[in-house]
């Protein structure tokens, strides 16, 4: 499958700010890893990543954003509207999804990242409660995208319904991974999954 027309290279100072937020991811999953997530500070990790509590803050509103918050979203919906007008919406869904996703896991450090970040959300409440609502925030992002491409209003029901199912399917073929020991290919069981749900869409 032939990836998304890569986005615009950000500028210098926004790769800056990616390599200071992979910085302080890093260093938070290394001390979750060694101390457990209760166990382990924001003034912790701002020390291993050798910055302040208060830049931690400026990237991570919460401890549990640290987790969850990484650079797919803009690649995510960079990767949408490249794709053709024309196309059905799940369609242009599934590959605005999953070719940021295969690039993403290319690298094994990424998928190890992915493996410890879904371990935290089983096991502790507060990421999970935390990852719930960036679900949310993420589909209704691609449900205004998608609306936009296609010249419907941002609140369109239909638009949502679909985006909705097709990030419901993602979330419960990400969980199945984790649940079986994630020795799958992750992007492989990922397109299982929505081309499953895209056979039993009826689309307008």
Known sequence: MTAPTSPTRPSLRERKKIQT?????????????AQ??????VEQIADAAEVSASTVFRYF????????TDEYDPVMVAALRDRPATEPIVE????ALLG?????????????????????VRTVPAVRARMGENIQQSSLLLSSVTAERLGRPEDD???RV??????????????????????????????????LLAANLNER
């Open 36 to 41: 457990g997530y209760d166990g382990t500070t």
């Open 92 to 95: 242009s869904i599934r590959h």
């Open 162 to 195: 679909v985006v909705g199912a097709l990030i419901g399917a993602w979330g419960e073929a990400i969980f199945h991974w984790i649940d079986t020991g994630g020795g799958a290919d992750l992007a492989d069981l990922l397109d299982r999954a929505l081309t």
């Open 21 to 33: 937020r992979r910085a302080i991811r890093r260093a938070a999953y290394r001390l979750f890893e």
């Open 100 to 120: 940021p996703m295969r690039e993403m896991f290319a690298d094994p450090a990424e998928l190890d990242e992915m493996r410890q970040r879904l371990r935290l």
């Open 157 to 159: 029901f239909e638009i």
């Open 61 to 68: 509103p919460t401890k549990e954003d640290i987790v969850l």
